[in-house]
């Protein structure tokens, strides 16, 4: 949870001077009319706190901080006062400790639960139901081949089975997937991945020689032949996030939009055309700039494309080894598939 807040809160605050275009750009600055303190209440994300104080809140790790009199200043609760403090003419932001309920045990501890960084609601799905891989990972996944008493579809407490050699063989439990899309590079057309979905998951209960009998522990669509059996992409919903910019990466680009939404704004969760083998990881942050338009010099009847913009940034979540989840965290522009990813520098 200690990154949590690295991951949500970070950002830019501007003080009053002179100075060249790079010192500028690399100082702190503050939002317009931003409070001197503020106190968390419920519902409130670590991102959102940030937002009213700075204007890149991932940049929250060189402002914060850190008192040694709380045991973990990086857990922030409802109740608490996050301030804004000034330390050898730098700005900080600080964190006083509020009033909170504890519960009436042995081992006292708060019974409100620590603020995520950020909505986590808005991930969750694509954090533990969706899945990208490559061609020979899926090729080579068990398939289903039908159900008990010949039927086609099955769900939850049903038995299926499966033929294949399963990817690891110490899992006993894993989930069934289905191909949802490829991805290809919009650019240089080169293939990315295969993104999956899970429909259920299943206990590998007997196997005969390639036969695997599944018994369905849960599902969420039906079952149906061809389905691949592969080790569960669920994993605890990452809520620690230590930001930085990610790297300077060619023909970065947004491949396509989560969640079945046409336009693309805060808090909407995003495809990118890169991975884990281009070093990129959960809390890489990066500036989405929209490409330029198109328009005709009146002089000379040429079309020119006018530069890209700066319009929000976002910042990895999930990232595969081709292929990654980011979450738009600001948006000042309409964002769209086909936009440019650049780091965001300081």
Same mark, same amino acid.
Request: overall charge negative.
């Given at each position: ?7 949500l ?21 503050l ?7 503020y106190?968390?209440v419920?519902?409130?994300?670590l ?14 790790p060189?402002?914060?901080?850190v ?6 200043p ?5 109740? =608490?006062?996050v301030?804004?403090?000034w ?5 900080r ?6 009033i909170?309920?504890?519960?009436? *045990?042995?081992? %006292? *501890?708060?019974?409100?639960q ?14 533990? =139901?969706?899945i ?5 990972v ?6 289903v081949?039908?159900?008990r008493?010949?039927?086609?579809i099955?769900g ?15 899992i006993?439990?894993q ?11 919009? %650019? ?10 899970k429909?259920?998951?299943a206990?590998i209960?007997a ?10 522990r849960?599902s969420?669509?039906? %079952? ?6 592969l ?6 919903? *990452? ?6 910019p990610?790297p300077?990466?060619s ?13 693309v ?6 495809a990118?055309?890169f ?10 942050v990066?500036?989405v ?7 005709k010099?009146?002089v000379?009847?040429?079309?020119l ?12 979540f ?6 990654s989840y980011g ?9 769209? %598939? ?9």
């Amino acid at each position: 949870m200690r990154g949590l807040l690295y991951g949500l809160v970070g950002a830019c605050l501007m003080w009053a001077g002179v100075a060249t275009a790079a010192e500028r750009a690399d100082r702190i600055q503050l939002q317009d009319g931003h409070p001197t303190e503020y106190v968390v209440v419920k519902g409130d994300t670590l991102w959102h706190i940030s937002g009213r104080f700075l204007q890149s809140p991932w940049r929250w790790p060189e402002v914060w901080n850190v008192n040694p009199q709380i045991d973990n200043p990086h857990l922030i609760y409802p109740g =608490d006062v996050v301030y804004l403090t000034w330390v050898d003419g730098q700005p900080r932001l600080g964190l006083k400790r509020g009033i909170r309920k504890l519960s009436p *045990q042995v081992r %006292v *501890q708060p019974l409100e639960q620590p603020i995520p960084a950020i909505p986590l609601r808005d991930v969750a799905s694509f954090l533990n =139901d969706n899945i990208v891989t490559d061609q020979d990972v899926l090729e080579a996944a068990p398939y289903v081949i039908g159900g008990r008493n010949e039927s086609i579809i099955a769900g939850a407490g049903d038995r299926v089975y499966a033929r294949g050699t399963p990817v690891d063989e110490e899992i006993r439990i894993q989930s069934l997937y289905r191909p949802a899309r490829e991805y290809h590079h919009p %650019v240089t057309g080169e293939f990315l991945g295969f993104e999956l979905y899970k429909v259920a998951d299943a206990r590998i209960t007997a196997r005969d020689e390639d036969i695997l009998t599944l018994d369905l522990r849960s599902s969420r669509e039906e %079952v149906r032949k061809l389905d691949r059996l592969l080790p569960s992409g669920e994993e605890r919903i *990452q809520s620690v996030f230590h930001p930085q910019p990610g790297p300077d990466l060619s023909d970065a680009v947004i491949i396509d939009v989560l969640g079945g939404v046409a336009k693309v704004g805060q808090f909407d969760a995003v495809a990118l055309s890169f991975g884990a083998a281009d070093g990129v990881e959960p809390g890489h942050v990066f500036a989405v700039y929209k490409k330029g338009e198109q328009v005709k010099d009146p002089v000379s009847g040429e079309i020119l494309s006018l530069p890209a913009e700066r319009a929000g940034e976002l910042m990895v979540f999930k990232a595969f080894e081709r292929v990654s989840y980011g979450l738009v965290l600001k948006a000042t522009n309409v964002i769209s %598939v086909g936009d440019e990813l650049r780091t965001p520098g300081r």
